[in-house]
Each structure stands twice: as structure tokens, then as C-alpha cells.
């Protein structure tokens, strides 16, 4: 039996939907369009099916039904989704931060990019090796909204199906929306949807594209996680479909199910039979999520700052992110504190209070990354080692990076075994205190950016490096040997007599116990003022981009607001998205909750 709850919710938005979205006759215009043979890409093997047909809520009879007009054979990219290494430097950059957030120096088309920014851009890219669904989900639907204009990427394309993989704006616009999925108000914004169940998420969509919204959808399995644009929600019998395009799967409709009674979620990718297999692509409330357009406003506050608050407190919340560039990895990570370990690429184990895990989307059903919120408030001391699995079995690089404000960025790198276990880790004492070290017969590569400046230090399985950092933002970085004994530390200041960016390269001399260091200045990299210009275009002028929304000082009282400024936060504290339009109606849902993992 159907739930009434759900039917109640959303026929009154339906009236409505059926005037915005043109259904009846319209829509069987644009049903004709997906019965032609869809349209793939040299990037993907082999052929699509058809697909199912656009919704038709003509054929209704009073039951919820809605489609927006999407249509991805017109609206969709004509090449698939695909896993590589990203290319964001210094221009996406600053089109996601604005300028003073990533460039320590220059104007005009050069910049010397933070050290802490280029260490986070780094592992972006290397997270797009899992795909970049999300980047594609996000532009394919401001595209359709008309927030971006096609002809601005590219003036001889007529639709987004006819854009071009190879042209640098589309592949440097795709990617920067990928990168938006990191940001706080994006954060914020899904994770408050993921408290809904199943049938609460397609009522909250029916309401949401009634009033012409854009959203995508994240769902979540134990092959990663993957984002996809919904364009309608009706009834197949007893189920509920959310008709949806998704960029794995190019010119086609695909739906996913969801079963009212069990508040159950079903994809069978790229099938037209909702019975057929889905390979893991199911679940319940959590594991489905959307993310409204209006999030990702343009520039964003940073999960990094040039000018960290001073003193080890200064910010609640450690966020550890797991990337390989290896584009068959899923890159994950074991917890381990209280004596218990978890493992968080395990999508069926519940972490602990405070600790929260967001599968990176981006999924090519391949590969995948990890980002883990920590609660210091709540979680006093951790271990947490970066894991890999390869479907191969072979060695692979995996990259770990701990970030928080009021203390440098630290990123390790190494090369994991080709048995999956785990190689580079943290642990993480309630002063803030920082161990790095590694397992067995695993040497890595340790970055410590702080300020203007980044020091590398090799690191061998027999020696562990401590960084603390005092009030006045110094590190003192330490050297330990197997047995625990100290063998040196070394500082690295977050500022330089002339205020340039500086390299570092440290070594250990074992038979002087000093530490040998060579230097070198930051270079100032080109940017690609047109491309900054097409993005101010396309997103406007955006908050202040001269704000530091990393430091204390500009940090709203309430610990609760997300987004920087209490005059974006909603005055009903139990809606989370900035906007009452699209939080759900339902009053017995707290799905505006903002968990407090938010703030970096």
C-alpha cells in the first residue's frame, strides 16, 4: 500500500508542475527525442540502452507526477562521464575562492598560489580520477536553468549536447563545479536532505522543481558515491521513479526506484528493467541525498586560509581527505580511537558520534575518494590511516592530507601495497598534536604547508614526524625514531621576511642530527583572465572576495551558521539551505539540522 503521507505532500505541487513543466501533449514531443538511438563517446565502451521515456504526466490520472522539461538527449552532455586526473590550477581557483584567498601574490594574469591552496587543489585533481559526475550533474542543470549559457562556453554550440569534451572552458567549468562538493554550504546543504527518507526526498523534489529549483542527487554504495541530475518524480505501480539523466550514461533516461513501504532505493544504471540487477546501487534514508543549486554560490568560503586563526583551537573541526590518482582505486580509510577501529570505506559501518564520512561523487563505478569530518569537540584523540583498494592488486599511490584552521595543512603521500592495507596515517591528540607516521616497509612523502611556506621531508617506515603549532603560528616539527626517541625538530614559520611564497626541502643528516634544508621561491603561475571573466559572467559578482572566512574574526557567534554571515541563515534554525522553498514541509522532519561537522 502506497503511503498517503506522500501522496498528500505533493499533489497540490503537481497541479502547478503540470503548468511550469508543460505536461500533457508537450510532453510527447519530447518523448519522441529519447527513442532515438542515444547518443556515447570515444571515452566509453560499448553501447547504452535506450533508456526509458521522458515522463508524460498527461497519462497521470491524478497521481503525483512532474518533469521539468530536461531532457538528455538536449539538455544532457553528448560524451560520457569519464575518470583522469583533473587539470584545476590557479584559475579555477580563484574562480571557486576569488583572489585573495589563493594568491599570496600577483594581479592581473599571475599568481603565487598559497601553498595550503595548491596542496588542496592537488588532491581535488587527483579525486577526479574516479570521474566527475559531479561537475557534470551541476553544469548540465545550470545550463538547462539558464544560471550558465551555453553560448558563453562555447558560441557554436546550440545545446549542451553539442558542447565539446576537448574545449578547455567546458572540461575547466565541469571540473570547478566538481570541486564544489568540498565547500561548506554544499556540505551543509546535503547532509541535511540525508536525514530524509526515500519518499520524503521525492516530495522535497516535487515541491522543488514546481518552483523551477535545480538540484542534484547523490547516492551512495558500497562502489562509492555518484551524483545525477533528476529531472521528474512520478508513479510505476506501487513504486515512486525519479526519472533522472545521468552523465554515466549519455542521451538516455534512466530512473531510480523507490519503494514507499519499505523506504527503500533501487538504480539499475543503464537498464530499462527496474528488476534487473542494480550491482549494489541501493539503500535506505541516508544513502540518497539532493543538493540545491543555490549552495554553490560563487566565490565560496575556502577549507583552507592563507591566514590561519592563531592558536591550536582555533577551529573544532579536522577534515581528512583520501585521493589516489589512480584511476581503479577507491581510496578510504580506517578509525581508529576508544580502542575500536572502523572502516569508513565499509558503507555499512555506522562511525562514531562526530565523525562524519562523505564518499567523494564523482563515480565512474571504479574508483573513488574519501573525505572524514572530525568533531573535536566531541572527539578527543584519533588514529585515522588511509586505505586503498585495487581490483588488480597493485601498488598504487594514495595521498592523506588533515586540514583545520589554526594549524598548518599536512599531506603524506606513499605508495599502498598491493594487499589494500593500510600505509600512511595521522594521529591526532586534543591539543591538536599531529604524529605522521607509516606501516611497515612504506616510505612517503610528508608536506606541511603552513602559511607562506611548505616544507617536504622524506619519511621511512622506522621514523615518525610530530607537528604542533604554537599561538603564534610557528610549527615545530619533530623527529622520532622506532623506539620513540627524538632525533631533531626543526620550525617552520607561516610567514617570510619578504612575504614571498618558499619551498622547502628538509633532510635529515643521521650521523650530525641536523636537519638540511634547500629552499626555493614560489613561481607565480599564469592565469586565464578570459576564463575568470566567463565565470563572473556566468555566477556574478558573489560575496566579498577580499573576506577571510577561514580566521576567527569573521566567524558568525552562532556555531550553528554555516555560511559566514547570519543573514544567510534561515530564521527557523531547523531549516538548513538558506531557503524555506526547499527544505521539506514536513514539520516531523528535522531536515534542517545543521550538524556541527560543518565548519572547517
Given at each position: 500500500?502506497?503511503?498517503?503521507?506522500?501522496?498528500?505532500?505533493?499533489?497540490?505541487?503537481?497541479?502547478?508542475?503540470?503548468?511550469?513543466?508543460?505536461?500533457?501533449?508537450?510532453?510527447?514531443?519530447?518523448?519522441?527525442?529519447?527513442?532515438?538511438?542515444?547518443?556515447?563517446?570515444?571515452?566509453?565502451?560499448?553501447?547504452?540502452?535506450?533508456?526509458?521515456?521522458?515522463?508524460?504526466?498527461?497519462?497521470?490520472?491524478?497521481?503525483?507526477?512532474?518533469?521539468?522539461?530536461?531532457?538528455?538527449?538536449?539538455?544532457?552532455?553528448?560524451?560520457?562521464?569519464?575518470?583522469?586526473?583533473?587539470?584545476?590550477?590557479?584559475?579555477?581557483?580563484?574562480?571557486?575562492?576569488?583572489?585573495?584567498?589563493?594568491?599570496?601574490?600577483?594581479?592581473?594574469?599571475?599568481?603565487?598560489?598559497?601553498?595550503?591552496?595548491?596542496?588542496?587543489?592537488?588532491?581535488?585533481?587527483?579525486?577526479?580520477?574516479?570521474?566527475?559526475?559531479?561537475?557534470?550533474?551541476?553544469?548540465?542543470?545550470?545550463?538547462?536553468?539558464?544560471?550558465?549559457?551555453?553560448?558563453?562556453?562555447?558560441?557554436?554550440?546550440?545545446?549542451?549536447?553539442?558542447?565539446?569534451?576537448?574545449?578547455?572552458?567546458?572540461?575547466?567549468?565541469?571540473?570547478?563545479?566538481?570541486?564544489?562538493?568540498?565547500?561548506?554550504?554544499?556540505?551543509?546543504?546535503?547532509?541535511?536532505?540525508?536525514?530524509?527518507?526515500?519518499?520524503?526526498?521525492?516530495?522535497?523534489?516535487?515541491?522543488?522543481?514546481?518552483?523551477?529549483?535545480?538540484?542534484?542527487?547523490?547516492?551512495?554504495?558500497?562502489?562509492?558515491?555518484?551524483?545525477?541530475?533528476?529531472?521528474?518524480?512520478?508513479?510505476?505501480?506501487?513504486?515512486?521513479?525519479?526519472?533522472?539523466?545521468?552523465?554515466?550514461?549519455?542521451?538516455?533516461?534512466?530512473?531510480?526506484?523507490?519503494?514507499?513501504?519499505?523506504?527503500?532505493?533501487?538504480?539499475?544504471?543503464?537498464?530499462?528493467?527496474?528488476?534487473?540487477?542494480?550491482?549494489?546501487?541501493?539503500?535506505?534514508?541516508?544513502?540518497?541525498?539532493?543538493?540545491?543549486?543555490?549552495?554553490?554560490?560563487?566565490?565560496?568560503?575556502?577549507?583552507?586560509?592563507?591566514?590561519?586563526?592563531?592558536?591550536?583551537?582555533?577551529?573544532?573541526?579536522?577534515?581528512?581527505?583520501?585521493?589516489?590518482?589512480?584511476?581503479?582505486?577507491?581510496?578510504?580509510?580506517?578509525?581508529?580511537?576508544?580502542?575500536?577501529?572502523?572502516?569508513?570505506?565499509?558503507?555499512?559501518?555506522?562511525?562514531?558520534?562526530?565523525?562524519?564520512?562523505?564518499?567523494?561523487?564523482?563515480?565512474?563505478?571504479?574508483?573513488?575518494?574519501?573525505?572524514?569530518?572530525?568533531?573535536?569537540?566531541?572527539?578527543?584523540?584519533?588514529?585515522?590511516?588511509?586505505?586503498?583498494?585495487?581490483?588488480?592488486?597493485?601498488?598504487?599511490?594514495?595521498?592523506?592530507?588533515?586540514?583545520?584552521?589554526?594549524?598548518?595543512?599536512?599531506?603524506?603521500?606513499?605508495?599502498?601495497?598491493?594487499?589494500?592495507?593500510?600505509?600512511?596515517?595521522?594521529?591526532?591528540?586534543?591539543?591538536?598534536?599531529?604524529?605522521?607516521?607509516?606501516?611497515?616497509?612504506?616510505?612517503?612523502?610528508?608536506?606541511?604547508?603552513?602559511?607562506?611556506?611548505?616544507?617536504?621531508?622524506?619519511?621511512?617506515?622506522?621514523?615518525?614526524?610530530?607537528?604542533?603549532?604554537?599561538?603564534?603560528?610557528?610549527?615545530?616539527?619533530?623527529?622520532?625514531?622506532?623506539?620513540?626517541?627524538?632525533?631533531?625538530?626543526?620550525?617552520?614559520?607561516?610567514?617570510?621576511?619578504?612575504?614571498?611564497?618558499?619551498?622547502?626541502d628538509v633532510e635529515y643528516d643521521p650521523e650530525t642530527g641536523d636537519f638540511d634544508v634547500t629552499e626555493v621561491d614560489g613561481e607565480a603561475e599564469?592565469?586565464?583572465?578570459?576564463?575568470?571573466?566567463?565565470?563572473?559572467?556566468?555566477?556574478?559578482?558573489?560575496?566579498?572576495?577580499?573576506?577571510?572566512?577561514?580566521?576567527?574574526?569573521?566567524?558568525?557567534?552562532?556555531?550553528?551558521?554555516?555560511?559566514?554571515?547570519?543573514?544567510?541563515?534561515?530564521?527557523?534554525?531547523?531549516?538548513?539551505?538558506?531557503?524555506?522553498?526547499?527544505?521539506?514541509?514536513?514539520?516531523?522532519?528535522?531536515?534542517?539540522?545543521?550538524?556541527?561537522?560543518?565548519?572547517?
Open positions: 500500500m502506497r503511503k498517503s503521507r506522500f501522496v498528500r505532500r505533493i499533489v497540490p505541487a503537481v497541479v502547478m508542475a503540470c503548468v511550469l513543466a508543460g505536461c500533457g501533449s508537450d510532453s510527447a514531443d519530447t518523448q519522441d527525442a529519447s527513442e532515438e538511438t542515444p547518443l556515447t563517446s570515444e571515452s566509453t565502451e560499448g553501447t547504452f540502452a535506450e533508456g526509458y521515456p521522458l515522463p508524460d504526466c498527461s497519462e497521470a490520472d491524478g497521481e503525483p507526477c512532474i518533469f521539468n522539461g530536461f531532457d538528455p538527449s538536449i539538455d544532457g552532455f553528448g560524451f560520457a562521464n569519464w575518470g583522469d586526473t583533473g587539470v584545476i590550477g590557479v584559475t579555477e581557483m580563484i574562480a571557486l575562492f576569488g583572489r585573495k584567498k589563493v594568491c599570496a601574490s600577483g594581479t592581473g594574469d599571475k599568481c603565487v598560489m598559497y601553498p595550503a591552496a595548491k596542496q588542496w587543489a592537488d588532491q581535488v585533481n587527483e579525486a577526479m580520477a574516479g570521474g566527475h559526475c559531479e561537475g557534470m550533474a551541476v553544469l548540465s542543470t545550470r545550463l538547462f536553468l539558464g544560471d550558465d549559457a551555453i553560448d558563453e562556453l562555447d558560441p557554436n554550440a546550440g545545446a549542451t549536447i553539442e558542447l565539446d569534451p576537448s574545449d578547455r572552458n567546458v572540461i575547466s567549468a565541469i571540473e570547478m563545479w566538481f570541486a564544489t562538493q568540498y565547500l561548506d554550504p554544499v556540505v551543509s546543504a546535503y547532509k541535511a536532505y540525508q536525514k530524509l527518507t526515500p519518499t520524503e526526498i521525492a516530495s522535497a523534489l516535487i515541491d522543488g522543481l514546481a518552483d523551477g529549483s535545480g538540484y542534484t542527487i547523490g547516492i551512495y554504495s558500497e562502489d562509492g558515491g555518484h551524483a545525477v541530475t533528476p529531472l521528474g518524480v512520478g508513479f510505476v505501480g506501487d513504486q515512486v521513479a525519479i526519472s533522472i539523466y545521468d552523465n554515466n550514461y549519455p542521451g538516455t533516461v534512466q530512473r531510480i526506484m523507490i519503494d514507499p513501504d519499505q523506504e527503500t532505493w533501487s538504480y539499475a544504471a543503464g537498464t530499462t528493467e527496474p528488476s534487473a540487477p542494480t550491482g549494489g546501487w541501493e539503500g535506505g534514508t541516508g544513502t540518497i541525498e539532493l543538493t540545491p543549486m543555490e549552495s554553490r554560490a560563487l566565490p565560496a568560503p575556502a577549507p583552507f586560509s592563507e591566514k590561519r586563526g592563531k592558536g591550536r583551537n582555533a577551529a573544532k573541526n579536522q577534515t581528512v581527505l583520501v585521493t589516489s590518482p589512480d584511476t581503479q582505486t577507491i581510496a578510504g580509510a580506517v578509525l581508529a580511537m576508544d580502542g575500536v577501529s572502523y572502516d569508513l570505506s565499509d558503507p555499512k559501518v555506522t562511525p562514531p558520534t562526530g565523525v562524519t564520512v562523505r564518499p567523494i561523487r564523482g563515480d565512474t563505478l571504479t574508483s573513488g575518494s574519501t573525505v572524514v569530518d572530525i568533531d573535536t569537540d566531541v572527539v578527543a584523540d584519533y588514529t585515522i590511516t588511509a586505505t586503498t583498494e585495487n581490483p588488480s592488486g597493485a601498488t598504487v599511490p594514495v595521498t592523506i592530507s588533515v586540514d583545520s584552521v589554526g594549524a598548518p595543512r599536512i599531506m603524506m603521500r606513499a605508495d599502498s601495497p598491493s594487499d589494500g592495507s593500510g600505509v600512511a596515517r595521522f594521529s591526532v591528540d586534543d591539543s591538536g598534536l599531529v604524529v605522521a607516521d607509516t606501516t611497515d616497509d612504506t616510505s612517503a612523502e610528508v608536506s606541511i604547508a603552513n602559511g607562506l611556506r611548505e616544507s617536504t621531508f622524506d619519511l621511512d617506515d622506522e621514523n615518525s614526524l610530530s607537528i604542533d603549532t604554537d599561538e603564534d603560528g610557528v610549527a615545530t616539527v619533530s623527529l622520532f625514531d622506532e623506539e620513540g626517541k627524538e632525533l631533531g625538530s626543526f620550525e617552520i614559520d607561516d610567514e617570510t621576511e619578504d612575504g614571498s611564497v618558499v619551498y622547502s599564469e592565469v586565464d583572465t578570459d576564463f575568470l571573466a566567463l565565470v563572473d559572467e556566468l555566477v556574478g559578482e558573489g560575496p566579498d572576495q577580499g573576506v577571510d572566512e577561514g580566521t576567527e574574526e569573521d566567524a558568525p557567534e552562532d556555531e550553528g551558521v554555516d555560511e559566514g554571515t547570519e543573514e544567510d541563515a534561515p530564521e527557523d534554525e531547523g531549516v538548513d539551505e538558506g531557503t524555506e522553498e526547499d527544505a521539506p514541509e514536513d514539520e516531523e522532519i528535522d531536515s534542517g539540522q545543521v550538524d556541527e561537522e560543518e565548519e572547517y
